[in-house]
């Protein structure tokens, strides 16, 4: 069995079906007809790029996450007959979570 190992600032998907039931029972359709982004389970991270110091900057991205993605910037790879995404973590368009804190509440609330 081969393993994929993302680099720098990238990160591993598989592509979640079009729709399909979130843990807590809430029904994730579908996210854009057109096709511009697409919903997706992170399963692996890289450990970050390097700013101009020489410093690691951390990935935001963590594994288990459901992320939208960027069509464009994902790269399709097939691997022991699986079909992964490769993609930057700044081709993600925005993070999916099913809990809302109330830090949250408020934040969405100011909009």
Do not use: Q
């Not at 393993?3 to 979130?22: F, G, Q, W």
């Amino acid at each position: 069995m081969k393993t994929l190992i993302p680099y720098d600032d990238r990160v591993i998907m598989k592509k979640v079906e079009d729709s399909e039931m979130s843990a807590k029972g809430i029904f994730i359709p579908k996210i854009d007809k057109e096709g511009a982004t697409t919903l997706g389970e992170v399963i692996a991270v890289g450990p970050g790029r390097f700013n101009v110091h020489g410093d690691r900057i951390p990935m935001e991205t963590k594994i288990g996450d459901k992320v939208l993605y960027a069509n464009f910037g994902a790269h399709i790879v097939e691997l022991d007959g699986e079909e992964y995404l490769v993609a930057k973590e700044m081709d993600l368009v925005s993070k999916i979570e099913d809990d809302e804190t109330e830090e949250k509440k408020n934040l969405f609330g100011k909009c």
